[in-house]
């Protein structure tokens, strides 16, 4: 059973630019998260989607959005970035809503100069 | 406002004893509990987790403590091994919710 991927590994982007990170659920997996850790912070929830539908978001503007595919894979968009986007994003997969032993990805590192 | 809080950012640990983390939260809606471990360059991979109507919860040489009263829960890893080096995060959840809130996280450094 494959794990959870995510692309790409590294980014470096300006700030006002759109950036677009991707990953792939474990298999069997339904119920995908995406969570935004700062350096030194605990990862925060940015959003959750459940069988294609948004089902919870954290406390992130409109310009975070995502996507998830019929295949169970993700997206998760960010318009404009800032200088404050720069992080580790995380992506964690489950079998089900309220089943909180995710399984993570290894995460995106992205860079706003 | 941090709702989950580990006060120690590091922990070094000899070998073969007994590591102990620790984790306090404010928000008294939470009602399930977890650790993660992250090791560098990989994503958290969940240890173990606690429902509030228990008050300990095993699974081999992980023991997770929680004392509702005081908002407080604990990682117990006995014996200490090395690839127990590694961060260790404490997650709290309203049971149904789908937002996970995090700590900080506790370096745990064991010591050969």
């Known amino acids: 059973e494959t794990g959870v991927t995510q692309s790409p590994t590294h980014l470096i982007k300006t700030r006002g630019q759109q950036v677009t990170l991707r990953c792939s659920s474990q298999?069997?997996?339904?119920?995908v998260s995406w969570y935004q850790q700062a350096l030194g912070q605990g990862p925060q929830f940015i959003f959750q989607?459940?069988?294609?539908?948004?089902?919870g978001r954290g406390n992130f503007p409109p310009r975070f959005s995502g996507l998830q595919f019929p295949n169970y894979s993700s997206e998760l968009n960010v318009n404009a970035l800032e200088l404050d986007d720069s992080a580790l994003y995380l992506c964690?997969?489950?079998?089900?809503?309220?089943?909180?032993?995710?399984?993570f990805g290894s995460g995106t590192r992205l860079t706003v100069v | 406002d941090q709702q989950v809080k580990q006060n120690s950012p590091s922990l070094s640990v000899q070998e073969g004893r007994i590591s102990i983390l620790n984790c306090d939260y404010t928000?008294?809606?939470?009602?399930?509990f977890l650790w993660y471990k992250k090791y560098p360059a990989e994503g958290p991979t969940f240890l173990i987790s606690?429902?509030?109507?228990?008050d300990k919860n095993e699974d081999g040489r992980f023991t997770v403590f929680l004392n509702k009263s005081a908002k407080h829960l604990s990682l117990h890893i006995v014996p200490s091994q090395p690839g127990d080096s590694a961060v260790y995060f404490c997650?709290?959840?309203?049971?149904?919710?789908?937002?996970?809130?995090f700590g900080t996280g506790t370096r745990l450094t064991i010591i050969p």
């Open positions: 928000n008294s809606m939470f009602d399930y």
């Open positions: 997650a709290a959840v309203n049971f149904g919710n789908e937002k996970l809130t």
């Open positions: 606690i429902s509030s109507i228990k």
């Open positions: 964690a997969s489950s079998p089900r809503v309220a089943n909180y032993g995710y399984t």
């Open positions: 298999s069997g997996h339904n119920t």
């Open positions: 989607y459940y069988r294609e539908e948004e089902n």
